[in-house]
């Protein structure tokens, strides 16, 4: 099957781009991590490679299936979210790797780790703000994600989250099933992460199993430890599954001083209600999460990627020329305000303002341009920057 693109609105095929492979540095099942370099225009990018347990010589139902599946995850354009960039395929493994830049810092629980000093809201609420835009189609389709986790979310070198591996055991196991490998892999990602619901039946992940997930990753990113740390695996699924049970709340002073105040708990422990329909939606969970007490609550006004994960830096000068040209799907469509717009009769203005100071009240409110609502930030509600935190509604 041909994976060529035929237009710059499908991932390119870098594998006569990528350079000096080195690696293994992790290794899972379904993946294997290596680093490579990629050179464009003079310049020399570093990226991660992961190589797939997908191979070239697949029959044409997977293979169509992995086109598939590719072309979606390179539509997701969010500062919070992993930029993926391409493919590549290499000869002498016969296997995919699907590429991204290099997150020098790990993932969000090594980067805790060697900087206990770094706050945990700003992460939590960053990871909120990526999960609704998935959830809320921001890219143009709904996605769950399905494998929420720690180790899933990276930390660009400004410290801020960046969403990754999107529910990409499920997808490489459908790919197996379709040919003769024999792969097959959990449903439900890591159990200690996974709604119970996923656990007693042959359900795929929700946005609501997504949301308890997140409840799991913010009680790991305060405490350090994942949910049911200190327990066997079987006791943890008879808590979970027979006995209807929460992860108890972290005693530590430790997970109160980095920010688990009751306030906090309240919000982890709604989304980890047993019954799916009782978790409040990740757009709520993020709204409440801004209205936190917390210098970053309220966000510049203008959007951008991390610099050293800006999208430029890596599509081909086609790819932004009809991006400039043609908006699409395929950008983040968010619009930078240069001159003052006059936004009366646009704006669905809240009750109360999520933070206030002696000069004015801020408002995240909704905008609506022609049915497509966007999240903004409006000072006293009567001028609107575009949010660094805007979500397609």
């Not at 197996?176 to 709604?195: D, I």
Request: hydrophobic share 40%.
């Amino acid at each position: 099957m041909e994976f060529s693109s035929v237009n710059n609105e499908e991932p390119p095929d870098l594998s006569q781009e990528i350079t000096n492979v080195t690696g293994p540095f992790a290794s899972g099942a379904f993946c294997d991590v290596f680093k490579g370099e990629w050179k464009r225009d003079g310049k020399v990018c570093v990226v991660a490679m992961k190589r797939l347990r997908v191979y070239v010589d697949q029959p044409e139902p997977a293979l169509q299936l992995f086109h598939r599946e590719v072309n979606r995850w390179f539509k997701f354009r969010h500062p919070h979210i992993l930029p993926f960039l391409g493919y590549s395929i290499e000869n002498d493994f016969r296997r995919f790797s699907m590429i991204s830049p290099w997150a020098n810092n790990g993932n969000c629980m090594q980067y805790l780790q060697k900087h206990p000093e770094a706050r945990r809201l700003p992460l939590v609420r960053q990871v909120a703000d990526a999960l609704d835009y998935l959830h809320s189609g921001g890219a143009g389709f709904s996605f769950v994600h399905g494998d929420l986790k720690g180790d899933n979310v990276l930390v660009a070198d400004n410290g801020e989250a960046l969403l990754a591996d999107f529910g990409l055991a499920r997808h490489v196991e459908a790919m197996c099933s379709l040919s003769q490998t024999g792969l097959k892999l959990p449903n439900v990602g890591h159990a200690r992460f996974a709604a119970p619901e996923l656990l007693v039946t042959d359900t795929r992940p929700t946005k609501e199993s997504d949301v308890y997930a997140f409840g799991c990753l913010g009680l790991q990113i305060f405490s350090g430890d994942a949910p049911f740390a200190r327990m066997s695996e079987g006791r943890m699924l008879v808590l979970k599954v027979i006995e209807r049970s929460k992860p108890s709340r972290p005693e530590n002073q430790g997970a109160i001083s980095a920010g688990l105040d009751d306030e906090m708990w309240l919000l982890v422990d709604q989304c980890l209600e047993y019954e799916p329909s009782s978790r409040p939606s990740i757009r709520d969970v993020f709204l409440a999460l801004c209205a936190k007490n917390d210098v970053d609550a309220i966000p510049s006004p203008r959007m951008t990627i991390p610099s050293e994960l800006a999208l430029d830096n890596y599509l081909s000068p086609a790819y932004q020329n009809q991006s400039q040209a043609s908006p699409s799907t395929n950008t983040s469509d968010v619009d930078v305000f240069d001159g003052l717009e006059d936004l009366t009769g646009m704006l669905v203005l809240p009750k109360d303002p999520f933070a206030s100071d002696m000069n004015s009240d801020a408002y995240l409110i909704e905008l609506d341009r022609g049915g497509r609502r966007e999240k903004v930030l409006s000072e006293n509600a009567i001028f609107a920057a575009a949010s660094p935190n805007l979500v397609q509604l």
